[in-house]
């Protein structure tokens, strides 16, 4: 099978312009900007946004208390992407083992897939479309197998994970959907996607749903790998790297697109309930204009929340589609909701903290003020936040993992790593763990 690699000038443009990895010189303190466009800080925006509510303000930050997720099953952690506050030692973390993925990145080809845990292993994919799952006491190698079609040695960006029971499931950058058996990793089955698939697929009951590059988000047999239905959205030539897998909640699927499309088609048969846009309100050129949704959906209590690059933050009424709240903010990190609050890193380097009920306000702290040099660094490389034994956890552009308070954006720990970090970060178990650019996972507790 020839692979499909999307390889538009356009494309290749942005590939080079956004990807961050150890050894790139986008981590470097280059004079220019690494994006083009205009910028609009989010401090800036202050004036425009609703007055801070003064309930929110009088009450803070309300955290729910911390549970302990023993699972960690696909990007996001699960089907809505919503985990809240998971348990998380809250003394400083040291890590406990660490051990080879395989090939790590480089300039063209980005580590994209988050690891993913089930029944006491963990399970990671290289940037060469290699799958190794690692026992989670001690980092043992327990099986490791490629998913890349016999016969095919070109390099492609690969796809993302997800895990139930009985089943390991990977997309690649050569448009399949694979199912390998967890235990010895032997593969089950494969199917021909429309095309090559970035993002990890999302499962939920009997049903495993599919994003890929052309914008078509597909449903399949979780057994048997059969296509269901198809929902075909608008194509888009140029996006971020990284793509953002669906989110889904009973019988409702959300479609992040790299258009700016953001639909809700219905489980059963994938007929459109809704459907929105995130494209910028002004296109100023240059990648800072990208309506490209590549932050996580998130489902939370009956409301959708989505972000795009270009960018709008938007709160969604989940069955009829109606706007409950709209910014013109952008972000491409995966915004976490936990209580009152959602948090998120925004495309012009900030770390935010807004009401979830009304997108008031709460803070707003530049990453600058986090890093070493004290100097604004691309945002795309830093990962987070998840909240994890009731703070913010990101780590930085400076090799760094940070221990953030939720109330108010304070530093609370910060901890050199010597290592960029790849994906975000996953916590399962009371561990955290994380992927370094050069291909090592690392335990810490």
């Keep these: 099978m020839k692979n499909v690699s999307f390889k538009s000038p356009a494309l290749l443009l942005l590939l080079s312009s956004t990807l961050l990895m150890g050894g790139c010189n986008l981590f470097e303190k280059d004079k220019k ?53 998971v348990a998380l030692s809250e003394n400083g973390l040291k890590k406990i083992w660490s051990t080879s993925i395989g090939k790590g990145a480089n300039d063209k080809f980005p580590l ?67 199912a390998m058996n967890p ?49 075909e959205g608008l194509s888009e030539s140029a996006s971020l790297i990284y793509a953002a897998s669906p989110a889904v909640d009973n019988d409702i699927v959300i479609a992040p697109m790299s258009s700016g499309e953001l639909t809700a088609v219905r489980a059963e048969n994938g007929s459109v309930a809704w459907s929105d846009s995130l494209s910028p ?6 990648a800072s204009s990208l309506p490209d949704i590549a932050a996580l959906p998130v489902i939370d209590k009956g409301r959708i929340f989505a972000i795009s690059y270009g960018g709008k933050f938007v709160s969604i009424d989940q069955t009829t589609g109606q706007r409950i709240w709209t910014y013109d903010i952008g972000g491409a990190k995966s915004p976490w909701i936990s209580g009152n609050m959602i948090f998120f890193i925004s495309s012009n380097a900030e770390l935010v903290a807004l009401g979830r009920d009304t997108g008031t306000l709460a ?38 993992l940070l221990e953030i308070s939720p109330q108010d954006g304070t530093l609370i720990r910060k901890t050199d790593l010597d290592f960029h970090v790849a994906v975000p970060p996953i916590v399962a178990g009371e561990t955290l763990y994380l992927v370094s650019t050069d291909g090592t996972l690392s335990a810490w507790k």
Excluded: C
């Excluded at 729910?64 to 992407?81: E, I, L, M, R, V």
């Excluded at 290289?126 to 890349?148: C, M, P």
């Excluded at 492609?156 to 690649?172: D, E, F, H, K, R």
């Excluded at 590059?213 to 198809?230: E, I, M, P, Q, V």
């Design 112 to 178: 994209t897939s988050q690891p993913v845990v089930y029944s006491g292993i963990i399970y990671t994919m290289d940037s060469r479309s290699n799958v190794k799952a690692f026992d989670i006491n001690k980092g043992k190698t327990l099986w490791e197998n490629t998913i890349r079609p016999k016969k095919e040695d070109e390099d492609v960006i690969a796809g993302g994970l997800s895990i139930t029971a009985g089943m390991l499931y990977a997309t690649n950058g050569f448009g399949e959907l694979i």
């Design 281 to 286: 309100s002004m296109n100023t050129g240059g």
């Design 363 to 400: 803070w707003v702290k530049p990453l600058a003020s986090y890093d070493k040099e004290g100097k604004t660094q691309n945002a795309l490389a830093w990962n987070g936040p998840i909240m994890a034994g009731n703070r913010l956890i990101l780590t930085s552009a400076d090799e760094a």
């Design 33 to 85: 900007p690494p994006l083009q466009g205009e910028r609009v800080s989010v401090l800036e925006l202050q004036k425009s946004l609703i007055a801070a509510d003064p309930t929110l303000k009088a009450e803070g930050f309300v955290a729910p208390s911390p549970w302990k997720n023993d699972y960690w099953t696909q990007a996001g952690g699960y089907p809505n992407h919503n985990l809240q506050n």
């Design 183 to 231: 235990q010895k990793g032997g593969i089950l089955w494969r199917t021909q996607l429309t095309s090559p698939s970035r993002a990890a697929p999302t499962i939920l009951g009997d049903k495993i749903y599919v994003l890929t590059l052309d914008n078509h988000l597909a449903a399949y047999d979780s057994a048997t790998g059969k296509f269901l239905w198809k929902y």
